[in-house]
């Protein structure tokens, strides 16, 4: 079962290369003009999507994907309140969400424990409050007639078409910063996220960790604000670290897909809605984000939809082969011929609608002869391979009864294994000389 | 044995919301002994060894651990959660929880080399479990999650154990792999305080027994302490059969 890390590895790098072939492929499909306000805006979308990925998957695996969302309805507030006072300017929009977003967390953290207010009860009154506030004020905005004001409400569904180049470069900044970050404080932030009251006994000061990784959660969903929007960020925070959990077992793998799937929703999204004026932009990165995770969900390996039902559908027919090449050396068994046929009308009573094709499939493997009337005899290597798959089932039980009480090396109780194959010689040795 | 208790706890008390879940608790704990903390549901067990370990406020009291306050001591105390408190779906294995325990003593900026790895590997063969190093944690049974956590908290190479309710739903294989380490680390000096259920199997595993519903009821050698009378004050009337598990214990 367990894969070597090397091909996870692989696995994250053909998923990179797929990504980055989707953009020029969408490009040319879509036929879209390549020009500099487009290469902009795929950019900028791109190097958000990058950063809210990575970020995102601590929310997600901190079990905090709602308070994402609060949080991004807190910042609008924040936004309004920025612009009143210093004019419409990216970095003191930001900054005021920055800090709006922050009272938002500090208010609902102190409502969950000062009060016997539950957390998403605490979210959701933090959340609307903020959000009304700030609609509130955007409205009044918006009434006055000033010219300037053009474009505010971006910030409610994201607009990826305003994103300047300067706007590029100082996102970029901000989420470097955020990543160095995250690359000095990675152990720590493993261990508060995995075991937070294990990493406080150590001595790390926890509630300081904590608040250092709420501030970069917070920085990326500012920073995602006006591409995507107060309403919808929560969406591109979340998905694609959920579709990343489904390719990988392991913490830095997840944050490197989810960053390949953030960029490639985020740049994605930018460019879709560049395509037409006034499409916003929001609601068409969560669409790239969410068609990620439902193919993530279903095809994945391991954890996809599909890929277990395939597994457990090819199971069943394994299995059911080997129950009836088990049936059918038993019935030769008990009339004390090896090769007394089986008919095969008694085969289907025994085991149902999975016979036929198992018989089918055992008859191709050469293990089994079809008679001429429905009959069904063993070949030479079909009783070799009933004996070995009697004695394994045998091993196996003994194994689940008595593995334990023997010492024995601990492996995953799979009779469809061979069991020769899992345990060291020793270890079947003792287990067949059980009394 | 050292003058200095490994741990010593002097008037603590713990509220949750104004409730009082710890009422003035001494207790003492000395070096090199095996201690079970034992108690009904509700009776502060976990709370006392998070309290212990500062992991929650204080409403009064102070606790040292080898004389010392816990802020100082951390490199001394090693921790054992309950097994439940965590995510086993977190996506890592079973080698990475284990290298955990080494993070304290590597501090800031600081990543686990070589040296980790190997001592690591050597808790691991330590307690059993060297050949599901790689394994994914949420593949484990609970017995494996256990000795997991154990291994987790040798490497931490502590003077001072707390355990919370680690023989709690294992299998018979991990509970005697628990019982062997604790075995192990008494020889080698070390105190170690387990939260325990099994009324019956303290007088085999521990050498001393706390009994607490709330307050601390009697605390001290087993021998001496965990007789029927304060088995009954500490769990009312509600532990069937008593009289007859002290008699078979403590003939």
């Known amino acids: 079962m367990s894969l070597a890390g090397g091909r996870n590895w692989r696995t994250v790098a053909v998923l990179l290369a797929l990504s980055l072939a989707v ?83 500090l208010l609902i953290n102190s409502l969950v424990r000062r009060t016997r207010l539950k957390q998403d009860a605490a979210m959701g009154v933090v959340l609307t409050a903020f959000f009304a506030l700030g609609i509130t004020l955007l409205t009044y905005i918006q009434s006055r007639n000033d010219a300037s004001q053009a474009g505010l409400d971006q910030f409610i569904f994201g607009q990826a078409a305003a994103i300047r180049r300067q706007d590029v470069v100082l996102i970029s900044a901000v989420g470097l910063a955020a990543f160095l970050v995250l690359i000095a404080l990675w152990k720590e932030f493993k261990l508060i996220t995995f075991d937070p009251a294990f990493a406080q006994a150590n001595g790390f000061p926890l509630r300081l960790l904590d608040v250092t990784l709420s501030t970069l959660i917070v920085i990326a969903i500012v920073l995602g604000l006006q591409l995507a929007g107060v309403v919808l960020m929560v ?101 004390r011929d090896p090769r007394y046929p089986a008919p095969g009308g008694m085969l289907v009573a025994l085991r149902g609608t999975l016979a036929r094709p198992a018989l089918r499939q055992l008859q191709r493997e050469g293990l089994l002869q079809a008679g001429a009337d429905d009959d069904w005899t063993l070949s030479e290597r079909g009783l070799e391979r009933a004996r070995e798959a009697a004695r394994n089932q045998l091993l196996w039980e003994r194994y689940r009864q008595f593995g334990e009480e023997l010492g024995l090396p601990s492996v995953t109780v799979d009779t469809q294994q061979p069991i020769d194959r899992l345990l060291p010689a020793t270890a079947l040795t003792r287990l067949e000389t059980l009394d | 044995m050292n003058q200095t208790p490994a741990l010593h706890i002097e008037d603590l008390t713990v509220a ?67 097994r439940s408190s ?107 305080v387990v939260v325990h259920h099994d009324l019956q199997s303290v007088p085999d595993y521990f050498d001393q027994v706390t009994l607490l519903n709330v307050e601390v009821i009697a605390s001290g050698p087993t021998a001496e302490v965990y007789s029927e009378d304060n088995l009954r004050r500490t769990f009312g009337g509600r532990v069937a059969g008593i009289a007859r598990l002290t008699e078979e214990a403590l003939p």
């Open chain 2, 16 to 82: 949750f919301d104004s409730r009082p879940a710890l009422w003035d608790v001494d207790l003492v704990v000395p070096e090199g002994v095996l201690m079970a903390v034992v108690g009904p549901n509700g009776a502060g067990k976990t709370t006392l060894v998070r309290a212990a370990l500062d992991l929650i406020p204080r409403a009064a009291g102070s606790v040292r651990i080898f004389g010392e306050s816990v802020a100082r001591a951390r490199g001394l105390t090693g921790y054992v959660p309950q």
């Open chain 1, 235 to 335: 969406g591109l925070l979340i998905a694609p670290a959920v579709a990343a959990r489904q390719w990988t077992r392991q913490l830095d793998q997840m944050l490197a897909l989810a960053g390949i799937f953030g960029g490639l929703a985020g740049a994605g999204g930018a460019i879709f809605s560049g395509l037409q004026q006034g499409l916003p932009t929001g609601p068409l990165i969560i669409v790239v984000a969410v068609a990620i995770v439902a193919l993530s969900i279903s095809l994945a390996p391991e954890r996809g939809l599909l890929w277990r039902a395939w597994r457990q559908r090819r199971d069943r027919q394994r299995f059911a082969a080997q129950q009836v090449l088990q049936d059918i050396h038993r019935h030769a068994t008990q009339h």
């Open chain 2, 86 to 192: 965590v995510d086993w779906d977190f996506p890592t294995t079973v080698q990475d929880v284990v290298m955990m325990g080494l993070y304290g003593r590597l501090g800031w900026l600081r990543r686990p080399g070589a040296a980790e790895r190997l001592r690591t590997r050597q808790a691991l063969e330590q307690i059993g479990i060297a050949d599901l190093a790689t394994r994914q944690i949420s593949q484990l049974s609970g017995g494996q999650q256990q000795r997991t956590f154990l291994a987790r908290a040798l490497v931490q190479d502590a003077r001072v154990y707390f355990m919370d309710e680690p023989f709690a739903a294992v299998d018979a294989i991990t509970e005697r792999a628990i019982v062997t380490l604790l075995q192990e680390l008494r020889a080698r000096g070390r105190t170690v």
């Open chain 1, 23 to 105: 953009i020029p492929l969408s490009l040319a499909l879509g036929n879209i003009r390549v020009d500099y306000t487009l290469v902009t805006v795929a950019a900028g979308g791109a190097v958000l999507g990058i950063v809210c990925g990575v970020l995102g998957s601590f929310a997600v695996l901190r079990q905090q994907s709602l308070l994402g969302d609060a949080l991004s309805h807190a910042a609008l507030p924040g936004v309004a309140l920025a612009f009143l006072l210093a004019g419409r300017e990216l970095g003191w929009l930001l900054l005021g969400a920055g800090i709006a977003s922050w009272l938002g967390v």
